[in-house]
């Protein structure tokens, strides 16, 4: 059950303002220190947040931008956490500091650290397994393909294509297949937000490459009311 708490903290990104978070978090936990660099909302299916440099062995970093992903639903706590997060990125880059094993390595860990002293609970990584898509986001539908095996397990091809070239294209593609292994291919419409974690190619036909799809995730797919099956070939 959701608590009167969560319900009370969980915002949308209309309601949080970077820049006052940005400065405020700069003062408390940097000395006010961070450059001043754009901040922007982005709607992305990998980040959580990410900073935008540019790195020249002569002179260093030059930072863009610090982007903040929309899309996802948080409570107010981790939005500030994943933006502290992306501002150690930013400290770092400014700093020209030498990072160890990799972008979350010794340097960063040494921030969270600090920072965690602070009372601040900052994720080590800014991917986004496992968040839940914001509410307020539509999501426009998208178009797949889903292939059942005769073993049982599925594979997804996300497009980019529209309906009736994809339709084709599902005929093209089930017609070529190897039947002992394909057992049938579905051609579905969805704005389930799954969807959106499986990068969109342009064709089915043209050597696409094929996703595993889990068992909970295919049945997530199936239950949710926007999935419309488009076509169905056995
Ligand atoms: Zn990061």
Do not use: C
Not at 178 to 198: G, P, R, Y
Request: cysteine-free; glycine content about 4%; overall charge positive.
């Amino acid at each position: 059950m959701i608590s009167l708490k969560q319900i009370l903290q969980e915002i949308s990104h209309k309601e949080f303002n970077l820049q006052h978070e940005y400065d405020r978090l700069n003062h408390e936990l940097f000395s006010g220190k961070l450059i001043k660099i754009p901040l922007k909302w982005i709607t992305s299916n990998r980040h959580g947040g990410y900073v935008d440099g540019i790195y020249n062995k002569n002179t260093g970093y030059r930072i863009n931008y610090l982007a903040m992903n929309k899309l996802y639903e948080r409570d107010y706590d981790s939005f500030i956490n994943l933006l502290i997060h992306e501002m150690i990125h930013v400290y770092i880059m400014q700093n020209n500091l030498q990072e160890v094993g990799g972008m979350h390595g010794l340097v960063f860990k040494h921030e969270v650290d600090r920072i965690k002293s602070r009372g601040y609970n900052v994720p080590l990584s800014d991917d986004i397994t496992n968040i839940k898509v914001a509410s307020d986001i539509k999501l426009k539908p998208l178009i797949a393909l889903i292939l059942n095996y005769v073993k049982g397990n599925h594979s997804i091809i996300v497009i980019q294509n529209n309906i009736n070239t994809s339709t084709t294209e599902t005929k093209e593609l089930f017609d070529r297949a190897d039947k002992t292994l394909i057992k049938s291919v579905q051609l579905i419409q969805s704005s389930n937000s799954e969807l959106l974690k499986f990068p969109k190619q342009r064709n089915f036909v043209y050597k696409p490459k094929l996703y595993t799809l889990q068992e909970n995730i295919y049945k997530n797919i199936f239950d949710d009311v926007t999935t419309v099956i488009i076509k169905e070939l056995h």
